[in-house]
């Protein structure tokens, strides 16, 4: 059962993707740490009561569904939009009128574990107390005293629900505790051990993973609570909510692998999507080592179902270096090429900590492409944790049409999806309706497809060009004295705007050139970049793969004619009358470029050896005679271009520091180390020279 429209049941999935996309996490977070004044207070068993406390709010995620948008923590506010109307999170802060100050601890264990409050109004089952009616009385008079005296009170009047009739009748919510609420505290099992234990009691209980993960019965209520019973094989088997995927959790991965998952977001096989995020951001990164095994240990040990995941404990082929037989033959694998192996690789084998492997991705493995459709059209950010602090977007890929889409999506699942069913354009289309995706990028620059290059006469031609662009050192490793291809400046495939794109190139050659001091060829300024950029050999003139690119250019070309203004061409300006300050570039390139480009700019290898993103000074990167190499030109280049994955501009995330900020990192890197080149004696014979020019 699909629950297209679940918020009236899960309604802080909601929340908690507010929290995230408008910053209230900062302050949120200080909310969860019991004031000194108050803590200080009271004795040693008071100050630790208070303090386990605040730990079990962290446990439960109360923050995600308690603080509304930009407002103050835990005093609710939050509008939850459900089917049947809107309803408003409360104050739980202990303000004595407009909080819970007045409550005893009677009252308040009747709202955990049976959905009552102080009043005796019913909740709606929004707030998980069929999941929290677990809790230990122990826990529960700790969690009591945090809200109580760990948090300041917030004067900050209750919003009244907007519920429509008749779901605005709270009594029925009394006959739909009657049929599925079992308010009892969670019992341990005596054939299990400690650890068992103790992860069943935090996944059952406060961390209410069965709220997403677990099917829903027809009144919305979850079809078993734990795994106990004839119908615990239905806990934690899967859910679609929100067109988000909530994956089984039956013996999914290692115990190890899921500790990282929740630890850091992220382990060999995936990066947190969706909802997951925030719940890792807010609630399971904070969970101590022991939960977290224990939670692990817990999962591993509920026996899979038949149409779950295989558990994954190594990429299910060796994915190093090894691409596709059908990459450059399918339409599927070059819009792969072009628009994900940037970040995804070639391989499918991702960037560690950084981009998601496709190998053993269970995303991509599942029949349901809820997840994979989701993701596609309105893009994914990582979670923010203490391990990993810097937050990685993928950009949404609305712009593409609908068989585009889909023709890209079957190229990796059947490559490392497990063959996982097909996606028709027809699935993508219904989910863009949902979604109400659509393509917000105000760019006039038209993103040409290189699989449409398959259509064309000279299709073999054409793709021995786009790849010579991004398989330059592995295709041409006689003229490449480095570890840079084409494609490091001309991003991919020379498709993006702003990033030295090839489209109508051609139509501007031949022309004079300033820097050689006449009029050039297409192949004369192809085989500069192998001079200067690349640091090598030229391209014999009639070579094959010297006709291959500027076939490749000249199928970019379309109807550009030499007078035309072409969107996007080049890199852009940075004004030049701009200070730099390369003590400030340092710092900018510790924090945003290192992690890409190598703390002494030596660049990114995979474990084959293989570059993934290039040097940037050193023996290896490109000489003092490219246009990379002068300050003002590699400004404008980087920023519009660098880094990539900071937000959600089509097609990579790319750019996001200001023209001072790009100026002093391309001062710090430009002046770098760095090859000579030794013709530079003959440049700008007959025009000045650049101030920027390295020499």
């Not at 020379?494 to 050039?520: E, N, Q």
């Not at 035309?564 to 940075?574: I, Q």
């Not at 980087?638 to 501009?649: D, E, F, L």
Request: aromatic share 8%; glycine share 8%; net charge positive.
């Amino acid at each position: 059962m699909k629950i297209k429209h679940a918020r009236f049941a899960l309604p802080w999935m909601l929340a908690a993707s507010t929290l995230a996309a408008t910053g209230t996490a900062s302050f949120a977070q200080e909310a969860m740490k019991a004031p000194a004044a108050a803590v200080a207070s009271g004795d040693a068993s008071t100050r630790e009561l208070i303090e386990r406390g605040s730990y079990l709010a962290r446990l439960g995620d109360c923050i995600a569904c308690h603080t509304a948008e930009r407002g103050k923590p835990m005093a609710g506010g939050l509008a939850l939009a459900t089917p049947m109307g809107k309803l408003y999170s409360t104050n739980i802060t202990p303000d004595p009128v407009t909080g819970i100050g007045s409550y005893s601890f009677e009252q308040f264990e009747r709202a955990m574990r049976r959905g009552v409050v102080a009043d005796g109004r019913n909740l709606y089952p929004a707030m998980p107390y069929p999941s929290y009616a677990k809790m230990s009385d122990e826990d529960m008079r700790a969690l009591f005293a945090f809200l109580m005296k760990g948090l300041a009170p917030v004067s900050q009047a209750n919003k009244a629900s907007e519920m429509h009739f008749p779901f605005n009748q709270r009594w029925g919510l009394s006959l739909w505790n009657w049929a599925f609420l079992k308010a009892d505290a969670y019992t341990p099992d005596p054939s299990r051990d400690a650890q068992w234990n103790r992860g069943a009691y935090l996944v059952q209980g406060l961390g209410h993973c069965g709220a997403c993960h677990t099917p829903r019965g027809v009144g919305f209520q979850e079809k078993a609570m734990s795994d106990a019973g004839a119908n615990g094989k239905y806990f934690l088997a899967g859910e679609t909510v929100e067109e988000w995927s909530a994956l089984s959790l039956r013996n999914l991965w290692t115990v190890d692998d899921t500790v990282l998952f929740l630890k850091t977001g992220q382990n060999r096989f995936a990066a947190a999507s969706g909802v997951m995020v925030d719940v890792i951001h807010h609630s399971t990164q904070y969970f101590n080592d022991d939960d977290l095994k224990a939670v692990a240990t817990y999962l591993q040990a509920l026996p899979r179902g038949k149409d779950d995941l295989p558990m994954v404990t190594k990429p299910p082929v060796s994915t190093v270096g090894a691409v596709p037989s059908d990459m450059f033959t399918t339409r599927g694998g070059l819009g792969y090429a072009q628009f994900c192996a940037d970040c995804h690789r070639a391989d499918g084998g991702g960037v560690k900590e950084v981009f998601p492997p496709l190998a053993g991705n269970p995303a991509l493995m599942a029949n349901d492409s809820s997840t994979l459709l989701h993701i596609m059209l309105t893009g994914s950010a990582t979670a923010q944790t203490a391990t990993h602090q810097r937050v990685w977007t993928m950009p949404g890929f609305s712009r593409l049409r609908d068989s585009e889409l889909a023709e890209i999506l079957n190229f990796a699942r059947s490559n490392w999806g497990r063959n996982a069913s097909p996606i028709t354009a027809s699935d993508v289309r219904k989910m863009r309706a949902t979604l109400n995706a659509k393509d917000t990028d105000p760019s006039s620059f038209d993103t040409p497809r290189v699989a449409d290059i398959l259509a064309a006469p000279n299709a073999s031609q054409l793709v021995r060009g786009m790849r010579l662009n991004t398989e330059t050192k592995a295709l041409l490793p006689g003229n490449v004295g480095n570890s840079l291809n084409c494609a490091s400046c001309h991003l991919n495939a020379g498709t993006v705007a702003d990033g030295s794109p090839y489209v109508g190139i051609s139509a501007f050659f031949p022309s004079y050139a300033p820097r050689a001091g006449k009029v050039i060829t297409l192949e004369d300024r192809i085989n500069g970049c192998f001079r200067r950029s690349m640091n090598g050999k030229p391209l014999p003139l009639d070579s094959a793969d010297m006709q291959a690119m500027v076939a490749y250019f000249n199928w970019m070309k379309k109807e550009t004619k030499p007078e035309d203004k072409v969107a996007g061409r080049g890199v852009g300006k940075v004004d030049p009358s701009i200070k730099p300050n390369v003590d400030n570039g340092k710092l900018i390139y510790a924090a945003r470029c290192a992690v890409c480009h190598g703390t002494n700019g030596e660049g990114v290898q995979n474990a084959n050896g293989q570059t993934v993103y290039p040097p940037l000074w050193g023996s290896d990167s490109f000489n003092i005679g490219a246009g990379m190499a002068r300050t003002y030109t590699a400004a404008a280049f980087i920023k519009r271009n660098m880094p990539i994955a900071s937000h959600g501009k089509f097609p990579l995330g790319q750019g996001g520091l200001s023209d001072q900020e790009a100026v002093d990192v391309a001062q710090y890197m430009t002046h770098q180390p760095r090859p000579d080149f030794p013709d530079k004696l003959k440049d700008w014979p007959k025009d000045k020279r650049p101030a920027d020019a390295r020499y």
